[in-house]
């Protein structure tokens, strides 16, 4: 329950935490604001049509305890450590991940097409991809799925430039083990849910600050200056 004083026309950016597959949200902001009810986890923009004291409430209804599956895209064309790497995720996180295997970076874009992917472990060199062009070429068409890279070479220099270009990890094959996958797995995600919710509450910051009836400053509270 979120109790706070609202004005006429004043937008209000609001989200629940997700709580995990299976919850249904159900929102009343009350009968002074538009919409007054709605469902799902947001953002929601809502517009409040009076001014005083209001209750905005959240409901959330869990519907069993289904778990949460992380979808994986293997992007690997040697078979022996195409074979490595599911083994590996299968022992350290069993039927929490559902893991899809293609062997060209073209296989990759039509499986990313028809499906969504909470992660992308994809080798640099392939088929039909070289090196940092294959980061490259992925974030063009999957912006928002992270990239943990997978590569023969422990080269200090290239895990930058992989970084750079938007990877979120870069593991040496020769070192993988059951722990560092299931953590690298891990952090991927949630370092780009991380980045994705910050990125929706600056929007939310900007269709507030756009939308005031009142002129809004900005003020340093240490320096004083606008």
């Given at each position: ?25 159900n ?47 293997l ?41 969504s ?8 060199w ?25 590569s ?21 094959k ?33 269709t ?10 900005l003020?340093n ?6």
């Amino acid at each position: 329950i979120l109790p706070g004083i609202f004005c006429v026309n004043t937008v209000v950016g609001i989200e629940a935490v997700n709580a995990g597959s299976g919850a249904v949200y159900n929102w009343d902001f009350g009968p002074s604001a538009s919409p007054s009810k709605t469902v799902g986890i947001g953002p929601h923009d809502v517009v409040f049509n009076s001014c005083g004291n209001m209750t905005l409430s959240l409901e959330v209804t869990l519907n069993g305890c289904t778990e949460i599956v992380s979808e994986i895209l293997l992007i690997e064309d040697n078979e022996t450590d195409a074979i490595l790497v599911q083994t590996e995720l299968q022992f350290a996180m069993g039927d929490q991940i559902s893991l899809i295997h293609a062997e060209r970076l073209n296989d990759a874009f039509l499986l990313i097409e028809q499906q969504s992917f909470d992660l992308i472990l994809t080798d640099l060199w392939l088929p039909d991809s070289d090196g940092i062009d294959t980061i490259n070429r992925l974030r063009g068409i999957a912006a928002n799925i992270p990239i943990a890279v997978l590569s023969f070479r422990d080269d200090e220099k290239l895990a930058i430039q992989v970084i750079k270009a938007g990877a979120q990890d870069y593991l040496v094959k020769g070192s993988l083990t059951q722990g560092v996958l299931a953590r690298v797995i891990r952090y991927s995600i949630e370092r780009k849910r991380a980045e994705e919710n910050a990125r929706k509450a600056q929007q939310r910051f900007h269709t507030i600050f756009d939308k005031a009836p009142l002129g809004i400053a900005l003020i340093n509270l240490e320096t004083g200056s606008f």
